[in-house]
């Protein structure tokens, strides 16, 4: 068990790119969870994953926004024409009905 | 709605002193409460959790216990270290282990 694990940790894109975030959670955990860091507030909540269904969105997640999780595994977290507002940590979490667990989270930066 | 509202940092205390951190929340239902904190270039990490009223959560010499009557979940240790020093967040979670957190609160801790 290595861990909630996030890939790339830092991202710098610049605006009107595409960029897409992979999470690969701790294995068996059903819940898969992604939020949202700016600089000296908390995480916010954006979406949840339970296995393969995403059951839950925040109006946080505009339509640039695109969350998916085949098969149940891992998560892609994809941002289309992206703005200087995305620049944030996106943190990715998982449980199995217990304790959630964070991943380290991936930097964005939109110059 | 549900929200968590937590004392504004920075905290800086001397080692061996007597840390506060006071966290409130609003909630419908019985949510459970957490505190998770964030070292230093770290993700962010479970430190103690309760599930119901009353219940006292405690880890690594850091304590809380949930107070319904006055909606609180108040972090506290006796004796803090410099290997302390960190932000910390409260948390709450209404169901399926969603997480509404507060804004943080950074604790330094000098020697």
């Known amino acids: 068990d290595t861990g909630v694990s996030q890939d790339p940790r830092h991202k710098i894109t610049k605006r009107g790119q595409n960029v897409t975030f992979r999470c690969d959670p701790i294995?068996?955990?059903?819940?898969l969870y992604w939020y949202r860091q700016t600089l000296g507030q908390g995480p916010e909540f954006l979406t949840y994953f339970q296995n393969e269904a995403q059951l839950e969105k925040s109006r946080l997640l505009s339509d640039r926004f695109s969350a998916e999780r085949p098969k149940g595994s891992f998560s892609t977290l994809e941002i289309q024409r992206t703005e200087q507002g995305d620049s944030a940590m996106y943190l990715c979490a998982s449980s199995l009905g217990g304790n959630v667990f964070f991943g380290q989270g991936t930097r964005l930066t939109v110059v | 709605g549900n929200s968590v509202t937590q004392m504004e940092g920075p905290v800086t205390l001397s080692e061996e002193a007597f840390l506060t951190i006071n966290c409130t929340y609003t909630a419908t239902g019985y949510p459970s409460l957490f505190w998770y904190v964030q070292y230093p270039g770290e993700g962010l990490q479970l430190l103690l959790k309760?599930?119901?009223?009353?219940d006292k959560g405690s880890n690594k010499g850091f304590e809380a216990t949930y107070r319904k009557e006055t909606t609180s979940f108040h972090l506290e240790k006796g004796s803090v270290q410099v290997s302390d020093s960190a932000v910390y967040f409260c948390?709450?979670?209404?169901?399926?282990?969603?997480?509404?957190f507060g804004t943080g609160t950074r604790l330094q801790v000098f020697p």
């Open positions: 948390a709450l979670s209404p169901h399926t282990d969603k997480l509404i």
């Open positions: 309760a599930t119901k009223a009353d």
């Open positions: 294995s068996e955990h059903n819940r």
